[in-house]
């Protein structure tokens, strides 16, 4: 007579094991892949082709004011609609869930805007080029939750969430979840110590999880820090362990007005990156005197950043400068917190030693003392005004002192 399972009836002898109980016992193989085997696997797909994956998790980072939630609302309608993003082909149609962590109140306005700015006149043949939408503009399928509970304490309920928000999806629109949007990550985090690695690779982890739950992209929004070529704010591991990183550049004065905005991309996993795409915050009306602000991409060609074009990054009008600054790095260089924050190191030099240097290398063709001085100093304060504009150094008064560092060296 035998068991449940085919296990036999009778004992087995003292240390002896069926095969079959051993099997049992082992833990499941891990699954070879050889090279020449046909795999039974998609190719890599997008979300947005050659942009965002169709699945995984990223980053679209920014200073302050540079648009992020109009970015992500633009992305949005977009990934509803399967209408071109900055330019982008998007490959797949879906529902998108837009977790608020911070300012929810203002996701009506804002999607409103959207609608009727950027997607209405794409239902007209004049405004969609002879490929127009067939969309319920009153009837978007696009969700959105008031909060967020901690992704680093309670990740289940905003992944049950997010599952009720597809099965809706699905069953009114017959559309996939195929984007959430998390804005913003610190405010959904609850980090504790933002410039922890473990800390922030547990919360991307976290990310990842909910798109695997989800089959949707997840992507967050996030601020860049005080210097802005150290790309996103807190741990590099974050960034890290993104599929991608888009970042929304800017120009702002001293009183807060922004220029040359523009959207780059600083990650694509197993794709280019430092294409630059400009766009425009236009500001639109809603009626009762509501205002809002959409997306407009320019047409311009989309502009390729060659990282390892030394020419491109550094000017020739530059050349001088950075030989200068490298030499006093290397005699007269100390590691220091330029921000007093804690969140970056840097070796840093006065700027006064770097102009010394400067003056020295730079040629003069007047013999007037006076004159060869003063052109010196002219170009100087030129080559720093277009490194400056271009992020290859940094300048910060430490102790009553400016300093200079290198922020790119190709």
């Known amino acids: 007579m035998l068991r449940a399972y085919g296990k036999p009836d009778s004992p087995q002898p003292d240390g002896a094991q069926s095969e079959e109980s051993k099997a049992e016992a082992a833990p499941p193989s891990i699954e070879l892949l050889w090279h020449g085997q046909a795999q039974d696997r998609a190719p890599r797909s997008w979300l947005v082709k050659n942009l965002i994956p169709e699945t995984g998790s990223g980053l679209l980072s920014g200073q302050w004011g540079t648009a992020k939630t109009f970015a992500v609302l633009d992305l949005a309608g977009s990934t509803m609609t399967a209408t071109p993003f900055a330019g982008r082909e998007v490959t797949r149609q879906g529902g998108v869930l837009f977790v608020a962590a911070e300012g929810a109140n203002e996701i009506p306005i804002r999607l409103q805007g959207v609608a009727d700015h950027k997607l209405a006149p794409l239902k007209t043949p004049e405004g969609a080029a002879g490929n127009r939408i067939n969309v319920d503009l009153e009837r978007l399928p696009f969700a959105w939750i008031e909060g967020c509970p901690s992704l680093k304490d309670d990740s289940d309920q905003l992944i049950a969430a997010s599952l009720d928000a597809q099965r809706t999806i699905r069953e009114k629109f017959n559309l996939p979840l195929a984007l959430i949007v998390v804005d913003t990550l610190t405010a959904a985090a609850n980090f504790k110590d933002g410039n922890d690695a473990a800390e922030g690779q547990f919360i991307m982890n976290r990310l990842n999880e909910l798109s695997r ?71 639109v009306e809603l009626g009762d005197d509501e205002t809002t602000c959409i997306i407009e991409w320019k047409k311009e060609a989309q502009s390729e950043r060659k990282s390892t074009d030394q020419r491109e990054r550094w000017p020739k009008s530059t ?53 060869r001085a003063d052109a010196k100093r002219q170009a100087f304060n030129r080559a720093m005004k277009q490194a400056m504009n271009r992020d290859l150094i940094g300048v910060r008064e430490i102790g009553g002192m400016d300093h200079l560092w290198l922020a790119v060296l190709d």
């Open 213 to 283: 739950k989800t089959g949707a992209f997840v992507i967050a929004v996030d601020h860049f820090g005080k210097a802005i070529e150290t790309g996103t704010r807190g741990t590099s591991a974050k960034e890290a362990a993104a599929d991608m990183v888009l970042a929304l550049l800017a120009e702002r004065d001293i009183a807060g007005n922004i220029s040359n905005t523009r959207m780059a991309v600083r990650k694509l996993r197993g794709g280019s990156t430092g294409a630059e795409t400009p766009f425009n915050l236009k500001v």
């Open 319 to 371: 050349k001088i400068l950075k030989a200068s600054l490298l030499e006093v790095l290397i005699s007269e260089g100390e590691d220091r917190d330029p921000y007093s924050d804690g969140k970056m190191r840097v070796k840093t030099v006065p700027v006064a030693s770097v102009r010394a240097e400067f003056m020295k290398r730079y040629p003069a063709e007047t013999i007037e003392p006076a004159k």
